[in-house]
DNA sequence: AGCCTGTAATAATTCGAATTAGCATCTTGA
DNA sequence: TCAAGATGCTAATTCGAATTATTACAGGCT
């Protein structure tokens, strides 16, 4: 258990002040403070022979940065069953995070009181990190109130409503996706729609779903609501394109479909919202569109750059990519 | 940008000292600090109503401990080629630190200088955390003596011959594991072997190689060392069952033996050693075993623990886990 | 009154680094 | 030769919370 070197110690084997070696470390010429170049190398010497390195904490409680950037997820982020959809979007953080020179904490210290993490607990280290990304598909109303009263810095990946104030946040763009997938299907003539799915809870579903409404409207066609797949709901209704907020979901509907001897897209259109977030089969190949999980990631990191150096507020949504597949056909 | 409570905000709106709310916070009853019922009160109220949490930071800095603690990898943890071999591993730290009461932090600061990570830079920080997890297949032997010369409380995952010292670690053992192998083999009474692979380099890749040896000499029979896949030259020896170091080596052969006519495991048993680092086939049930990643992790977190609280230096082999698979039969 | 014993709270110190104010010492210029 | 200005460094303070040493005061006893 070697004891971890102090500037003190430094100070002590160069023969000069703590203060001293501080003012080297940092490099600093402002301020009416001079350090000799003989002295400075002397210093320099015993850091580079020791391996000195500042302890972070106790500059942290002067400085206002660290380099750390928090990563908190309500759910354990390595763990098998969410890691394909979380994953992406961890790379994405990852690598911006390495070119910005910093840190990454990961939250798994949060205790998961009732199974699930709190940002907030009795002993919350979230002011550990400059800044936090906030990853989940929904986040506590209350923990980003706390958050924005707080005064801490963070980006919520994924669209949020506001919380007492404009939630910062890099989301994925669901009602142009929607809309863009509407617009092909009514291309190819079809005019009775059928969204699947819960369509609210989460900002992601409920902003899937006004896309939805604003593209049939926009185009004068049916679309109705319905929770659940219920596959003779559907056809009893007449729809000929469904679109389904879960991967699984719309794999399952056209399996369904299929068993009954139905062809898709010949007799029924199914096309699918983003990235399964629960495992699906994968050997249908959907349409549909495909979230920009990693670069989302990227550019949370960015923004949370620059919340921290200018205290803004930035909102921003990116665009899906249109994924071809082979369940849209003409109606 | 609401300035963060301090525990002097707390005293004076309650009208005590910043002593006794850290008093009132903390609980303590020993050490001849008392507090009277009714001021302990009157401070929570003015807690609960602000909503005040201790700033971690401060807190850390007076306790020498940050519960911090590292992960170093070589390169990017989360990226998907390398994802499906680490993944594993970071379950196992993730679980473990939960349950510690740590956070994880990320070293993805560390400057990729030639493209890879380096533990000691001019800016290392990697005396951030408390201590750290190594992970790698391969660990600079110049890293691993600086860790130790420096004291830096640290643990492998793997094993790792001297550098300099003994080096903390858990790993996979696989002479153990190999041996089984064989002597499953011969037990089928297959008598002429080949070990394909470096068997060197890695300490995983040497252990690997000498557990074969010591397997082929205690058996009495022969066992041929050759680096690369070359199914005539195995044949051409006279070879009937085949250890693969990797796993892909192991489903190529499979399948160029089948490709010939040859029956597998009829005219020839191959075996593999351990997860595949590299991408490779699946649909080929390879016999052989299992490296206990998740448990390594979970285990190198808690021998990280003993290092910390008792300067302990930890090494420790788990037993890998056979994999019945369909590529071994009579010789 | 004088002394002791509990009790309740606070002042002062600590952690490690950054920063400010200020003290010596040395140069210059008139 | 002496004031003015550079120069080189250090003492002291700060950050927020935890801990120690200490004070203040009440009541009981002789």
Same mark, same amino acid.
């Not at 079809?190 to 779903?209: I, N, P, Q, T």
């Given at each position: 258990? +070697?004891?971890?070197? %102090?500037?003190?110690?430094?100070?002590?084997?160069?023969?000069?002040?703590? +203060?001293?070696?501080?003012?080297?470390?940092?490099?600093?010429?402002?301020?009416? *403070?001079?350090?000799?170049?003989?002295?400075? %190398?002397?210093?320099?010497?015993?850091?580079?022979?020791?391996?000195?390195?500042?302890?972070?904490?106790?500059?942290?409680?002067?400085?206002?940065?660290?380099?750390?950037?928090?990563?908190?997820?309500?759910?354990?982020? $390595?763990?098998?069953?969410?890691?394909? $959809?979380?994953?992406? $979007?961890?790379?994405?953080?990852?690598?911006?995070?390495?070119?910005?020179?910093?840190?990454?904490?990961?939250?798994?210290?949060?205790?998961?009181?009732?199974?699930?993490?709190?940002?907030?607990?009795?002993?919350?280290?979230?002011?550990?990190? #400059?800044?936090?990304?906030?990853?989940?598909?929904?986040? #506590?109303?209350?923990?980003?109130?706390?958050?924005?009263?707080?005064?801490? !810095?963070?980006?919520?990946?994924?669209?949020?409503?506001? +919380?007492?104030?404009?939630?910062? @946040?890099?989301?994925?763009?669901? !009602?142009?996706?929607?809309?863009?997938?509407?617009?092909? +299907?009514?291309?190819?003539? @079809?005019?009775?729609?059928?969204?699947?799915?819960?369509?609210?809870?989460?900002?992601?579903?409920?902003?899937?779903?006004?896309?939805?409404?604003? *593209?049939?409207?926009? @185009?004068?066609?049916?679309?109705? @609501?319905?929770?659940?797949?219920? /596959?003779?709901?559907?056809?009893?209704?007449?729809?000929?394109?469904?679109?389904?907020?879960? &991967?699984?979901?719309?794999?399952?509907?056209?399996?369904?479909?299929?068993?009954?001897?139905?062809?898709?897209?010949?007799?029924?259109? &199914?096309?699918?919202?983003?990235?399964?977030?629960? !495992?699906?089969?994968?050997?249908?190949?959907?349409?549909? $569109?495909?979230?920009?999980?990693?670069?989302?990631?990227?550019?949370?990191?960015?923004? /949370?750059?620059?919340?921290?150096?200018?205290?803004?507020? !930035?909102?921003?949504?990116?665009?899906?990519?249109?994924?071809?597949?082979?369940?849209?056909?003409?109606?």
């Amino acid at each position: 258990m +070697a004891k971890r070197l %102090t500037q003190q110690d430094i100070a002590r084997m160069a023969g000069v002040s703590q +203060a001293t070696v501080s003012l080297v470390l940092n490099n600093r010429q402002d301020g009416g *403070a001079r350090i000799a170049p003989e002295t400075r %190398t002397r210093v320099l010497e015993v850091i580079r022979r020791t391996g000195y390195v500042a302890n972070p904490i106790a500059r942290r409680l002067h400085d206002q940065r660290n380099r750390i950037l928090g990563v908190f997820t309500y759910e354990a982020v $390595f763990p098998s069953t969410r890691a394909d $959809f979380y994953q992406p $979007f961890l790379e994405g953080i990852e690598e911006q995070a390495e070119e910005a020179g910093c840190d990454l904490l990961l939250f798994t210290s949060a205790k998961a009181a009732g199974g699930r993490r709190r940002i907030f607990s009795d002993d919350s280290r979230i002011r550990l990190a #400059d800044g936090c990304v906030l990853l989940g598909r929904t986040l #506590d109303r209350g923990d980003l109130a706390q958050m924005l009263t707080e005064g801490i !810095p963070f980006v919520s990946i994924g669209r949020r409503d506001d +919380a007492g104030g404009p939630v910062p @946040h890099v989301g994925a763009d669901y !009602p142009a996706a929607v809309c863009d997938l509407v617009d092909r +299907a009514v291309a190819l003539g @079809h005019r009775r729609f059928a969204y699947v799915g819960a369509g609210k809870g989460a900002e992601s579903s409920a902003d899937r779903l006004r896309g939805f409404r604003e *593209a049939v409207a926009a @185009h004068g066609v049916d679309g109705i @609501h319905v929770p659940f797949t219920g /596959l003779d709901q559907l056809l009893g209704a007449g729809v000929t394109a469904v679109l389904t907020e879960e &991967v699984s979901d719309g794999a399952a509907l056209v399996l369904a479909a299929r068993d009954r001897g139905l062809s898709v897209p010949g007799d029924l259109s &199914v096309l699918m919202l983003g990235a399964a977030t629960r !495992p699906a089969p994968d050997d249908v190949a959907l349409t549909g $569109f495909r979230i920009p999980r990693r670069e989302m990631g990227r550019r949370a990191v960015q923004a /949370l750059t620059e919340v921290l150096e200018r205290g803004s507020t !930035p909102q921003e949504l990116l665009a899906c990519e249109f994924i071809e597949g082979s369940t849209l056909g003409r109606a």
